[in-house]
């Protein structure tokens, strides 16, 4: 089959922290988490905004997350009933059951509904979507979308680091980078996302440091050819967030920077304020 942008839809979960989607391209659509203070119950992007989550959080409030249930991606799935294939990209399995209710739900629509996992979060899904839209508007088929998906998995990069580890510990997000836990004064943890996990980079001293290795991740695995396509996200930290970006543009002039957002609330849940996180990844043959 044939795809096009006419005919293909996509559909993020809200962890991709794009409350919009369908400003971005129209044929985008949101599924949302959620995220719970106490007894109240908020749509993650939907019905709290991660200005008033954080608001909330910073005044030592805690939260919790659910996942999306399969009957919640289902009626999503109908709405896109006029379109022929619709591309469902998720937060990476390894770290949310948020890919398993999507499969069930996409498992009753007779194969017009691939799920795929992004094994990434945040601005990393949003990059991949961008990559699969590129390939729709200029006309496409599945298996040039698994090879997609398949090199991304792969080749994606991505470098962030977090104020402190205990959210992602609370949450149980925290996979191989469980030995940097512990709260040594001014100490940051650089850390990647790899086969869907969280992993360790190392510990530096200072903000300074941590920009440092920002910079030097993105010289280590990318070059300054055109095709590459750039992601930052921040948590409620604005002014990190746009020192990367800065210094983005003067290391890999010719790359393209797609996406600058603010981590929502589930996101937020579980990486803490202060979060930074830079994504970058190779598309030059669309």
Request: with cysteine; proline share 4%.
């Amino acid at each position: 089959m044939r795809l096009s942008a006419e005919s293909t839809a996509v559909v993020l979960d809200s962890t991709a922290d794009l409350p919009r989607p369908e400003e971005r391209h129209p044929n985008w659509r949101l599924v949302p988490l959620a995220v719970r203070f106490g007894d109240d119950l908020f749509r993650d992007h939907v019905d709290i905004s991660a200005d008033e989550f954080y608001e909330r959080l910073r005044a030592g409030e805690s939260a919790a997350t659910s996942q999306p249930t399969s009957g919640e991606f289902a009626e999503a799935f109908e709405e896109l009933a006029n379109f022929e294939r619709v591309f469902c990209v998720v937060v990476s399995a390894k770290v949310s059951g948020t890919y398993e209710a999507a499969l069930r739900a996409a498992e009753e629509t007779d194969g017009r509904v691939r799920v795929i996992d992004s094994a990434s979060a945040s601005a990393g899904e949003v990059v991949l979507a961008d990559a699969i839209q590129r390939r729709v508007e200029r006309g496409t088929d599945d298996e040039e979308i698994d090879a997609l998906v398949a090199r991304f998995q792969r080749e994606t990069g991505v470098v962030f680091t977090v104020e402190t580890l205990d959210y992602l510990v609370r949450g149980g997000r925290i996979g191989k980078a469980a030995g940097l836990a512990g709260n040594i004064l001014s100490v940051k943890p650089i850390l990647t996302i790899r086969g869907g996990e969280v992993q360790p980079v190392k510990r530096v001293r200072g903000a300074a440091k941590a920009f440092a290795e920002f910079e030097a991740g993105l010289r280590a695995g990318t070059d300054d050819c055109p095709g590459w396509h750039l992601a930052v996200a921040h948590a409620d930290a604005p002014d990190g967030a746009q020192r990367i970006v800065a210094m983005a543009e003067a290391v890999r002039p010719n790359a393209s920077i797609d996406l600058l957002t603010n981590l929502g609330p589930v996101v937020g849940a579980h990486a803490g304020p202060g979060t930074l996180g830079l994504f970058w990844f190779r598309d030059a043959d669309t």
